[in-house]
């Protein structure tokens, strides 16, 4: 896998139970996150971006597709392997009983459905074992880190040093024991008030991730929560308080602090402005901008509205019913904006200009109208370099010419 890739997303599908149907939140959406860029993922309310979001950290089993983070699987679902694996049994059937009445030899077509059979076993059973032991196997390597870590400087001290060193080594191995490579992954939460345990003390919403990863010294408890209070614009006398007493900008605040006491290389952050007010709004983005900056963090940035992450993404999906419909980097994607949803959403954009916010017609979106699927449907394809869209081989062929006559 490409070392610049910090997050895969793979054929990730989402499905709820709604009663006896189905509600398909995330549809079959694939793509990466490269290390320190933002990628913003916009679309309207219900489109399914916080399920993405959720389906990342973990918070859902999924039903379909994998999700690698440096690497390493650490979500798979097996709904549509469990599905082909049931069509192909049935297939072997079928192929059995037929060969028996008409009395063929089918001994090669049944060996190679065998075969089949056991590769999508295998396949199944590997994605249980990642699902499961992902942060097992991440625990160990933390912890073979510290051996090495410490086993020279063991060798190395005096009588005296003995002592503490060990005990500053038995402490790193507990803490190294409990290490899960989905800390490493944190959200901001859409709602900054439902987010925040109202019982619970800033210092100890903050200090929380610590005490789960095993960490008990009191005192570096207490320097990171200052620390990270600080580094959100906020100060240590905020530590004693409960949530109800802070202003929505200032619960968001609380709420990157216990994100990134985390030490996280992946933040989520989940619309992290739309509940806050207008003059607000800036300073968090800057905040999480300037953090972005100072930790080397990535950021997967979710917004329902383009102009939001206009400047400060890299790249940008947009979604749409839960699937990705344009793909592209954000320069790119304001410049040729291709997928008719995408072109609805940018209509949608005001601008400080009153002679251009006259004449500005907002162009709604019907996809029965904007697409003929009846032959083909549609599927994710690159018209550009690094510009995708979801298409069917004559909207292909449009939106190459729409490129290139603008090249
Ligand atoms: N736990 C759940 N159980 C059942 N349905 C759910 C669940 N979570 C989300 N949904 C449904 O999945 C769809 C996508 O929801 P999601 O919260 O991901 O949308 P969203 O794009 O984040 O919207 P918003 O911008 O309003 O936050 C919605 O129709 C929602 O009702
Ligand atoms: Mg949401």
């Known amino acids: 896998m490409n070392d610049d890739i910090l997050l895969n997303v793979e054929n990730l599908c989402q499905y709820f139970k709604s009663g006896s149907s189905e509600l398909k939140a995330v549809d079959n959406i694939s793509f990466s996150v490269r290390k320190g860029e933002v990628f913003g993922l916009v679309g309207e309310s219900g489109c399914g971006k916080t399920t993405t979001g959720r389906s990342v950290i973990r918070l859902y089993n999924i039903t ?24 192909a049994r049935l297939e072997r059937e079928h192929m059995l009983s037929r ?11 049944v060996r190679k459905a065998d075969a089949e059979l056991e590769r999508l076993h295998e396949e199944i059973k590997a994605a249980k074992a990642d699902n499961k032991h992902c942060n097992k196997q991440y625990a ?44 490493k992954i944190q959200m901001i939460f859409q709602d900054p008030i439902a ?47 409960y949530p109800h007493e802070f202003s929505g900008g200032q619960r968001q605040r609380i709420g990157i602090a216990r994100a990134i006491i985390m030490q996280p290389e992946l933040i989520i952050a989940d619309e992290p402005i739309s509940a806050l007010d207008v ?31 206009k400047y400060f993404s890299d790249r940008i999906a947009v979604m749409y019913y839960g699937k990705i419909v344009e793909l592209a980097g954000s320069d790119e994607l304001f410049r040729h904006p291709l997928h008719p949803y995408t072109r609805s959403l940018l209509s949608a954009i005001p601008l400080p200009d009153p002679v251009y916010e006259k004449k500005r017609k907002r162009i709604p979106y019907k996809p029965l109208l904007a697409h003929d699927y009846s032959t083909e ?31």
């Open 377 to 407: 449907p549609p599927c994710f394809r690159e018209i550009c370099d690094g510009h995708f869209v979801l298409c069917n081989g004559a909207e292909y062929s449009e939106y190459r010419k729409r490129i290139e006559g603008k090249a």
């Open 99 to 109: 060969a028996r009445k008409e009395g063929t030899d089918v001994t090669d077509c």
């Open 279 to 309: 003059s607000i709004q800036a300073q968090i983005i800057n905040l999480i901008n300037d953090l972005r900056n100072e930790l080397e963090l990535t950021v997967l940035f979710i917004a329902h509205d383009l102009s939001v992450v």
């Open 64 to 87: 379909s597709g994998n999700i690698y983070f440096k690497g390493t699987r650490i979500a798979a679902g097996t709904r549509a392997l469990e599905e082909e694996y049931k069509r």
């Open 140 to 183: 160990e390597e933390e912890i073979r880190r510290v051996r090495q870590y410490f086993s020279p400087l063991l060798t190395a001290c005096t009588e005296e040093e003995r002592d503490t060193l060990e005990k500053k080594y038995k402490e790193a191995l507990r803490v190294a024991s409990k290490e899960r490579i989905t800390n």
């Open 195 to 241: 987010s925040l345990n109202p019982r619970m003390t800033v210092r100890d919403i903050i200090a929380e991730g610590l005490i789960i990863k095993g960490i008990r010294d009191k005192k570096y408890i207490d320097e990171q929560v200052y620390k990270m209070l600080d580094l959100v614009g906020l100060s240590p006398e905020h530590s004693g308080r």
